[in-house]
């Protein structure tokens, strides 16, 4: 079992910039996927951005291309989410998610099997 724990949210203006991060106390977890998803007030929750376990690969949806960035530190056991430039449109509940895998590919967005508890962000006008 791997638990997860989000922090770093927060209310930010639109067009600031805000670093949410995601942690595994007391568990290593380098040879897991990561992947950030949100959730805003009514909606689905969606893909946002993925890293491999490596930090060789990123993937990002368009919503977040050139304004966020995904980064890990395996020896801190963090993971976190950049985002720059925020819209209103991006207030959400941000989660992170993991999955164990070491291949050189970006694990699919519905094949993550760990979920933290979320953390909210706010980007007001």
């Known amino acids: 079992q791997l638990q997860l724990v989000e922090s770093g949210g927060g209310l930010v203006q639109a067009g600031g910039s805000l670093r949410p991060s995601c942690s595994a106390p007391g568990r290593t977890f380098s040879n897991f996927a990561m992947a950030w998803f949100r959730q805003a007030p009514g909606k689905k929750r969606k893909f946002v951005a993925a890293?491999?376990?490596?930090?060789?690969?990123?993937y990002y949806a368009y919503s977040g291309k050139g304004r966020f960035t995904t980064s890990r530190e395996n020896a801190k056991n963090t993971v976190y989410l950049k985002m720059n430039s925020q819209k209103p449109e991006d207030t959400a509940v941000y989660y992170c998610?993991?999955?164990?895998?070491?291949?050189?590919?970006?694990?699919?967005?519905?094949?993550?099997?760990?979920w933290g508890q979320g953390t909210q962000v706010t980007a007001s006008t």
């Open positions: 998610a993991a999955e164990p895998s070491t291949t050189y590919y970006i694990t699919p967005p519905g094949k993550y099997d760990y």
């Open positions: 890293i491999s376990w490596n930090c060789r690969k990123t």
